[in-house]
């Protein structure tokens, strides 16, 4: 268990993390949501007791990250956002050398990173230097394995890696999760929200929310369906004139439309039409989080 | 201990693998003290000469004649009185003169040996040594030959003097001066840029949140460099010897020994400036600035200190390769003991105590 | 679209390393102001790709055209009549926005009046006057974004490849961003995008997915879904991904 309590951190003139509290919990994927900037990675080296809060303090399975730093990176594992390998180093001789870092070899743990080495096994022979962006990320999620950590603490795993990927690599931290590890793990994209436990949404070093993602999305006030037609483009700027309190972004294949208050329908779409939409579907739909994120943003008055 | 073991195979397979790095570890120092040595050994070619013949018998102008057909010496002019001599080094018309002694092929004759005296502007003292080798070579050659013919052995006695630098003092001062510049090359350079370089590409951070005391990584490191640095100064000393014919004439074993304290001082250098550099760009940069310029400039390797102005010699006085290049050419060329070296082997010893505490100090194990 | 003719054409291009085959005989078309999505995992040969068809480097084989030139031949022209906005933005963190501006419109050789007018009503139109004297390494992600995009397409390019503009950057720039680029096709120009996030591949008009070398799927996002029987474009890139 994490527990983060008033944590504040400036570098210069620029505030990083403004005031953070929360409790990350045992055996659970805990996911750090939010853009570039957020604050996710100061966050994950103030945990890893890599740096040290102006304010505040962080305790990690009871230890403090100031003090005694040196229990905690006993028993925590962390894959920093650029993956930390040697990449004039073989597959196999990074694992030995992050083995023996931590005073054990890759025979002994191999039973613990086995779901993961498995898939790049055939290359142990190859450079670092010379894998996929998706190999690479399961070599560095390896490495972070080799010592059985308790905490494992994954800083943008996903980021630049393709779809396919993406998913095998969160099927494999589910894998982790259910032999009991606990972790910490942060991503830009909103769709991965849902593979966590619990999610905190941050941006520019403040905790928007912090909860199930089912409970976050369940929560979302506005009012909210998707409207999708021919011209988008000209469709998203004739629905932000509808009427004021209305807000619309594009998702994907419709736009997102949302009200402060119950609108009417029929009225919108006799509107569309007069504007010259033809055929314009306007349906209610459900939130994901990056509704809510966004929401989050405009409501904070943070963009 | 384990731990540390895996961590300098690592930094093993790291110098290893690339290509440059080995480039500018084995590569660097060969090409370096071959380049000093063959600046300074360029072929000679042409050069003025005087001759002084007091005696101008068959035996002196036959050497002389061998010396001028020799292809590397043109007759500038014959000199009558050792006065002329002075003045005519002064106007810097020759570089060499030759002058046989007075009854030269008699005293060769009735006693089996004669004197002739070689003076050469030493001011240029890397060529004098040269030119006045070539010379000797060519006596030498001929009294070879005469004394077959002669019954009894013939002996000329080539009396060699050195005009305006008579100790021919920089002679063979690039091999310590090389010595210091590449052990400063490899160990602080090399060393700032492998730490620069973890901390660049983020694997840095990871070796942080380990177990690993800093004290192991900062072992981890240097080791290597260790290790390769002695094997360095070697191969230096040998081409010195092998190529240049520059002997060790003091002890080795102290002068290895010397060495390898110079090398720790360079590596703790290294680690000092890798806690301030962020990326091998800065590491790099740092070195080059704050140790190789004054290992070039300011440590009497190329400038004599002795012609720098008054401040600049009070600023060689923390350069550390200045003592390193005392302490090699009292042990090298003149074979002196420890009991001369002392002092600077003990400034030595305080700098590097000095810089290992302030980089142990500097070393974080956090990040910023 | 299609009778605004054909912008890129690209017949059986090869592109080998060594041994290594990056493009597999690649063939399509990218028809002028169409939003073009170049989908694909990592190193399935995007970048190469990309790399050939903005003239920076020569295929092994195959007959390629861009805006009408030959790039075995006409690479130059090529150049002049394209833009590109990487992922690192290529904008110079310590020269000011305004100074970006001019020194890009410099190296296409506008005219100065020209560039002087059309660095104003950039400056207007993104809403960035206030910052027009700042340093670029001062402003936030978002914005850099959009300015990389106006200085990549300042010159008033055909066509603009765009490759992986919209990583990091948050989720309500992300969509200005791409408001961005509706506007632009509005005036006419040609999109060619490469993106990680899936749901921007439904904002393309048609989109390509590379796997291996090769392109195994190409049309409108509409006919892929129906094709591949998902409810989204990234359930179609991690099933063709799978069969492969």
Request: proline share 4%.
């Amino acid at each position: 268990m994490i527990s983060i309590s008033n944590i504040s951190k400036t570098f210069g003139q620029i505030a990083a993390l403004s005031n953070i509290t929360l409790e990350i919990p045992a055996k659970q994927i805990f996911g750090f949501i939010g853009p570039d900037g957020a604050g996710k990675t100061t966050l994950f080296r103030l945990i890893t007791t890599l740096m040290v809060p102006d304010s505040g303090a962080i305790l990690v399975n009871g230890f403090d990250t100031v003090k005694e730093y040196r229990r905690i990176r006993m028993f925590t594992g962390y894959m920093p956002g650029r993956f930390s390998l040697y990449m004039d180093l073989t597959v196999e001789e990074n694992l030995n050398f992050y083995a023996t870092i931590f005073g054990t070899t890759l025979e002994k743990n191999y039973h613990l990173i086995k779901s993961v080495y498995s898939h790049i096994e055939p290359f142990r022979k190859r450079l670092a230097g010379k894998l996929s962006g998706g190999m690479k990320q399961k070599l560095a999620l390896s490495c972070a394995l080799i010592h059985n950590p308790e905490i494992l603490v994954l800083d943008e795993p996903t980021t630049g890696v393709d779809a396919v990927s993406r998913k095998e690599f969160w099927e494999l931290l589910h894998e982790l999760k259910q032999k009991g590890m606990t972790i910490v793990v942060s991503t830009p994209y909103m769709d991965e929200a849902a593979k966590c436990d619990t999610i905190a949404l941050v941006h520019k070093g403040r905790l928007l929310e912090t909860d199930k993602p089912g409970k976050i999305t369940g929560s979302f006030k506005e009012h909210l369906f998707a409207v999708s037609g021919e011209n988008q483009f000209r469709l998203i700027n004739d629905l932000r004139n509808y009427q004021p309190g209305v807000s619309a972004y594009l998702f994907g294949q419709a736009i997102h439309l949302s009200f402060n208050t119950k609108p009417d329908i029929n009225h919108l779409k006799m509107h569309l039409a007069k504007s010259g939409h033809g055929d314009v579907k306007v349906e209610p739909i459900m939130p994901s989080v990056e509704d809510c994120f966004i929401s989050s943003m405009t409501s904070s008055g943070n963009h | 201990m384990n731990n540390l073991a895996g961590f300098i195979k690592k930094e093993f397979i790291h110098i290893l693998r690339d290509p440059r790095t080995l480039i500018i570890l084995f590569g660097l120092p060969v090409v370096q003290i071959l380049i000093f040595g063959f600046v300074i050994r360029n072929e000679i070619q042409d050069v003025k000469i005087a001759i002084l013949d007091y005696s101008k018998d068959d035996v002196t102008r036959e050497i002389t004649n061998k010396i001028l057909s020799s292809g590397f010496f043109v007759l500038s002019e014959n000199l009558t009185e050792n006065n002329d001599i002075e003045e005519i080094f002064r106007e810097g018309k020759i570089r060499e003169v030759v002058i046989f002694e007075s009854q030269f092929a008699r005293k060769l004759e009735r006693e089996g040996k004669a004197s002739v005296q070689v003076l050469a502007d030493a001011s240029d003292p890397n060529s004098a040594s040269l030119v006045v080798n070539y010379t000797r070579g060519i006596i030498f050659d001929y009294l070879k030959k005469a004394s077959k013919e002669a019954a009894q052995p013939l002996k000329i006695n080539a009396e060699v003097r050195m005009m305006y630098n008579p100790g021919l003092k920089s002679a063979f001062m690039f091999v310590p001066g090389t010595m210091a510049l590449i052990l400063m090359l490899v160990s602080a350079m090399m060393t700032s840029i492998s730490i620069a370089r973890e901390k660049e590409t983020g694997t840095m951070e990871v070796l942080l949140v380990s177990p690993l005391r800093p004290i192991h990584i900062i072992v981890g490191k240097v080791t290597p460099y260790i290790l390769l640095s002695c094997i360095n100064a070697v191969v230096i000393i040998a081409l010195g010897y092998f190529v240049f014919g520059l002997p060790v004439k003091g002890s080795l074993v102290l002068l290895l020994a010397e060495t390898v304290l110079f090398i720790s001082l360079a590596l703790s250098l290294g680690i000092l400036i890798s806690t301030m550099a962020s990326n091998q760009q800065v590491a790099m940069f740092l070195s080059v600035f704050v140790l190789m310029l004054p290992t070039i400039l300011l440590s009497g390797f190329i400038f004599p200190i002795e012609n720098m102005p008054k401040i600049l010699q009070w600023v060689t006085f923390i350069v550390p390769p200045r003592y390193f290049i005392e302490i090699l050419r009292s042990i090298m060329l003149k074979g002196t003991g420890f009991f001369n070296i002392w002092q600077q082997t003990t400034v030595l010893i305080g700098m590097t105590l000095f810089f290992i505490i302030l980089s142990a100090v500097k070393f974080k194990t956090r990040l910023e | 679209m299609n009778s605004a003719g054909k912008i890129i054409e690209v017949k059986d291009m090869v592109k080998k390393f060594g041994q290594f085959v990056a493009n597999d005989h690649l063939t399509f078309d990218v028809y002028r102001g169409e939003i073009f999505g170049f989908l694909g995992a990592n190193g399935a040969g995007k970048t190469t790709a990309i790399k050939i068809l903005c003239g920076l480097s020569l295929p092994t084989s195959g007959e390629i055209k861009v805006a009408g030139y030959d790039v075995y031949t006409g690479r130059e022209q090529i150049k002049t009549r394209i833009g590109y906005m990487s992922q690192k933005f290529s904008l110079y963190e310590d020269l000011t926005v305004k100074e970006n501006i001019r020194y890009y419109a410099g190296i296409y050789g506008l005219p100065r009046r020209e560039i002087n007018i059309k660095t104003k009503t950039l400056l207007e139109r993104l809403n960035i006057c206030n910052i027009a004297n700042t340093l670029v390494r001062e402003i936030p992600l978002g914005w850099k974004q959009k300015l990389a995009f106006s200085v990549a397409v300042f010159h008033d390019p055909e066509l603009v490849f765009l490759d992986e503009p919209t990583g990091g950057v948050d989720p309500i720039a992300r969509r200005q961003f791409w408001e961005l680029i509706y506007e632009a096709t509005g005036h006419g120009i040609t999109v060619f995008v490469t993106t990680h996030y899936m749901d921007e591949a439904e904002y393309c008009h048609r989109v390509s997915i590379m796997s291996e070398g090769k392109i195994s799927a190409l049309d409108t996002p509409e006919n892929l879904k129906k094709q591949y029987h998902a409810n989204d474009i990234n359930e179609v890139f991690v099933k063709i991904a799978r069969n492969n």
